[in-house]
């Protein structure tokens, strides 16, 4: 809204030591602007660099002073051209004084808006402050800034310093960069801002908050620990996902000669009977809203769905506390909230205080329920956990995280890495290689983290937001490649991947990588059911052709021409776990009836090649059952029928019995399996 509008003046450091970050505060500072356009267009901003060899302020025409400082523009409205003036800033020949950029900054707030709007008016500088600034003449410099912070105080001002150094700062005095940073830390303390470090161009992207959001309460009321006990407690989003912002549908039917004409597009509905029978329009007291049955469609009235639906009471009541240990990190849904003291209130502060630091001594969370607005629809189940402040002056909180319930949670069945035999765990080599991978991808190497959230932008919005600029002046302007900046968020660092080139190579080294084929029907069958269809004549090329533009058949039965290929594309199917057990039914019914119908042991090859595969499946989800149930059945039919090749040929494969070594749920010991060969030797006929 125009009466929240914001009143910034940035104030950016342009000297020899700032060039080879500027590129960066172009676009941190345009990308500003962007937004502010689309989300704050009555947002006002002035433009002040310091470290040029010209001096272009009021100051320095009035009381001298406040050299190498230029106004590179004054306080306005955004708009365009302020993206243009913010994309191409000089780049000054002298070190400046950032404490005399921010008495100009201060000077045009004042000047523009006198007393007014206080809590409105912002000052924001990025400078690497490696340089000493000029002497007082009067007190010390300690002073000075103290003098100019509670002016800046008392006119409403608030001023967020982002200090870049990293490499810019290898060859600086630390005496200096020290002095700076503790005068820099009084505005940070008379203000209640911030001071940002920033060390790489990522980071430097994410300092500055490009679009700033009011914090809004979601619940205002009592936590309720019992009825005889209740705090009062406010609550806040601490985490939202940021969204693009909403597209207004336009039009271009208005003449580009109407400079009045909005483009607005309007959309109207109507309904009408399906039968065709009358094409009047049916008015919205004979409409009614039907949910599906099964084939039918019941109509609820809407008096009808206010009467069925739950209405639960506003507030946030306290369910139970538990050990936090037993809340997994997987179960957190939705955004975070924060749950803080009502502001001002003394009791309710140290009773939030006291729970908070009480569960943090005994490893425990809260559960809770929580109905956030008279009238909502749902009820909210969720954890509680405790956030014990560092600072003294800021008092203890809560973060709350949603928690699923039963029609939330999806179940996939994934057999345990431990169960599986030892042959199939990685050896002391692999496990080597993949723990040297893990440590040269540290982005925490010398305990300074990398990609920071609170400093990592979204590439994915910083990317769509300059290419609307970029439409907004060119409208034929095609998209351009990803910034190089942004490429470094959503790729690996390619310097350190070359510098550990070896690391990469022992890992391919000591782990076979195979491509896994996609399954398809053979050309013959694509053409035997091609025949069996209706008028098709395909050649057996254009057959082929066709198979492999075709995309991936789900497989809902075995077949009996590739059983294993159609088994283990049943297995891989994880949409439903039904269709394990249905893949393992019909391969053993397939294998039973492969060995029934074989003309003296023709189609036990092939049974064989079922029982292998079927073997490794049952391992794999852990199902050792159904196989060996299958093997004692082979072994008693091979008995009474007297066949001697088909236990030499399970022999030979080694498709033993699976044992407990090889699935838990086993019965089988290891000396029974290597034994069960033995006892698949036919009986002599006598």
């Known amino acids: 809204m125009a009466r929240n509008k914001e009143k910034l003046v940035l104030l950016l450091d342009v000297g020899p030591s700032m060039h080879g970050v500027l590129s960066e505060v172009e676009k941190l500072c345009s990308m500003l602007v962007e937004k502010k356009l689309i989300f704050s267009k009555y947002d006002e901003l002035g433009v002040v660099v310091f470290g040029t060899e010209e001096s272009k302020n009021d100051l320095t025409t009035e009381v001298g002073g406040y050299q190498n400082i230029t106004v590179l523009q004054d306080i306005k409205v955004v708009d365009g051209d302020l993206v243009d003036t913010l994309q191409k800033l000089p780049r000054g020949r002298v070190d400046g004084d950032f404490l005399d950029a921010i008495v100009v900054g201060m000077d045009m707030l004042i000047k523009k808006y006198k007393d007014l709007h206080k809590g409105k008016k912002r000052l924001c500088l990025i400078t690497n402050a490696i340089h000493p600034i000029k002497d007082s003449f009067e007190g010390s410099k300690e002073d000075q800034v103290m003098t100019i912070a509670e002016q800046m105080a008392a006119q409403g001002m608030k001023i967020e310093s982002i200090v870049v150094r990293g490499r810019l700062s290898r060859d600086a005095n630390k005496g200096v960069m020290d002095e700076n940073d503790h005068l820099l830390s009084i505005f940070s303390k008379k203000t209640h801002t911030r001071i940002v470090y920033v060390d790489t161009p990522t980071s430097l992207l994410g300092a500055l908050k490009t679009r700033r959001v009011t914090p809004v309460t979601v619940f205002r009321g009592h936590l309720e620990l019992s009825p005889h006990m209740k705090i009062k407690v406010w609550v806040y989003k601490k985490t939202q996902e940021e969204k693009f912002p909403t597209l207004k549908k336009y039009s271009e039917k208005a003449p580009a000669s109407n400079k009045l004409a909005t483009h607005q597009v309007k959309v109207s509905y109507e309904y009408k009977s399906v039968d065709g029978s009358s094409t009047s329009v049916i008015p919205p007291e004979q409409r009614i809203k039907g949910y599906r049955y099964g084939p039918q469609v019941v109509p609820i009235s809407t008096a009808e769905w206010d009467a069925v639906k739950f209405k639960p009471e506003k507030g946030i009541k306290v369910l139970g506390f538990t050990d936090a240990s037993k809340i997994k990190r997987h179960c957190y849904m939705k955004d975070v909230y924060l749950f803080i003291a009502e502001p001002g209130n003394t009791r309710a502060t140290l009773a939030v205080s006291a729970i908070a630091r009480a569960m ?171 025949q069996s269809g209706s008028n098709a004549h395909v050649s057996s090329g254009q057959a082929v052709n066709s198979i492999e533009n075709q995309p991936p058949v789900k497989i809902e039965k075995i077949g009996d021409l590739t059983p294993v290929q159609d088994f283990e594309a049943m297995m891989s199917q994880r949409d439903n776990p039904e269709w394990v057990e249905k893949a393992i039914k019909e391969l053993r019914e ?47 039919y091979c008995e009474e029928k007297g066949i001697k090749s088909l236990p030499q040929l399970l022999a030979s494969r080694d498709l033993t019995l699976i044992s407990k070594s090889e699935a838990e749920d086993s019965d089988v010991t290891a000396e029974e399996a290597r034994s069960f060969f033995v006892k698949m030797e036919p009986k002599p006929d006598v």
């Open 590 to 636: 397939k294998i039973l009836a492969l060995l029934i119908h074989s003309d003296e042991g023709d189609k036990y090859q092939k049974a064989v090649e079922c029982v292998a595969a079927l073997r490794k499946g049952c391992i794999l989800e852990q199902e050792p059952g159904p196989y060996n149930d299958l093997m004692h059945h082979i072994r008693q």
């Open 360 to 530: 943090k001594e005994m490893n425990a969370v809260a559960i809770l329920r929580c109905v956030w607005r008279q009238g909502q629809q749902n009820v909210v189940v969720g954890v509680l956990t405790p956030n014990i402040s560092q600072n003294y002056k800021i008092p203890d909180s809560f973060y709350f995280n949603v928690l699923p319930f039963a029609e939330d949670v999806r179940e996939y069945q994934f057999p345990s890495f431990n169960s599986f035999p030892a042959s199939w765990q990685p050896n002391d080599q692999q496990q080597k290689a993949a723990d040297e991978l893990v440590q040269m991808l540290d982005l925490a190497p010398s305990g300074k983290e990398a990609l920071l959230p609170e400093f990592t932008p979204n590439p994915v919005l910083e990317r769509f937001y300059r290419h609307l600029e970029l439409k907004a002046k060119q409208p034929d302007a095609a998209v351009p490649p990803l910034d190089e900046t942004l490429k470094n968020i959503v790729e690996p660092d390619p310097e350190l991947v070359a510098e550990n080139k070896s690391v990469f190579d022992a890992l391919h080294r000591h782990f076979e990588l195979r491509q896994n084929p996609k399954l398809k029907k053979s050309s013959r069958q694509w053409y035997q059911e091609k």
